[in-house]
T-cell receptor, first 115, second 111 residues
């Protein structure tokens, strides 16, 4: 039981390059999330998927796209990376939309640097 | 403007003593609060939560206190252990909405 897995762990991009961050969960959770963590800013929600087949914007969606490929997988795509997207990205999942549940389970994170 | 604030970026405490981490929020509609703990190179893990209908919730060495009138909550760790050294995030939500996280407080427990 791996929980939430993310690939890659580290990535360096040049400005303008594209890439996709992958996330998978094996807990049969309905809801999945992408956050970014920047120094002094805490975790900010980029996009979330309340259930398979739905996605919604979070607090900071500009420059990103997402795909809920199936119940297990939720990917985050940067079409044209910018230095402002240098950050640590966390994927999370929860049984239902986390507005009043105890637990979101987080992956280990992807550290992305855009030069 | 941050809706959830943790005004102490760092805190150092001696092993065996009490650690008190503070969190303030501005949105009076928040009705559910959580604390997450994060070690380096790992994702955050859930620690303890409290609903707005309570003013205290305890789980072993960890107790969360909520003061709704002051829009303030605190996490108490007693006794503190070196393994508690981590970054602690406070998070808040309004029912049915997503969580808003604070910037975190780095706790160092000194042996």
């Amino acid at each position: 039981n791996a929980g939430v897995t993310q690939t890659p762990k580290f990535q360096v991009l040049k400005t303008g390059q594209s890439m996709t961050l992958q996330c998978a969960q094996d807990m049969n959770h309905n809801s999945m999330y992408w956050y970014r963590q920047d120094p002094g800013m805490g975790l900010r929600l980029i996009y979330y998927s309340a259930s398979e087949g739905t996605t919604d914007k979070g607090e900071v969606p500009n420059g990103y796209n997402v795909s809920r490929l199936n119940k297990r997988e939720f990917s985050l795509r940067l079409e044209s990376a910018a230095p402002s997207q240098t950050s640590v990205y966390f994927c999370a999942s929860s049984e239902v939309l986390a507005g009043n549940t105890d637990t979101q389970y987080f992956g280990p994170g992807t550290r992305l640097t855009v030069l | 403007d941050q809706q959830v604030k943790q005004n102490s970026p760092s805190l150092s405490v001696q092993e065996g003593r009490i650690s008190i981490l503070n969190c303030d929020y501005t949105n009076s509609m928040f009705d559910y609060f959580l604390w997450y703990k994060k070690y380096p190179a790992e994702g955050p893990t859930f620690l303890i939560s409290i609903s707005s209908i309570k003013d205290k919730n305890e789980d072993g060495r960890f107790t969360v206190f909520l003061n709704k009138s002051a829009k303030h909550l605190s996490l108490h760790i007693v006794p503190s252990q070196p393994g508690d050294s981590a970054v602690y995030f406070c998070a808040a939500s309004n029912y049915g909405q997503n969580f808003v996280f604070g910037p975190g407080t780095r706790l160092s427990v000194l042996p």
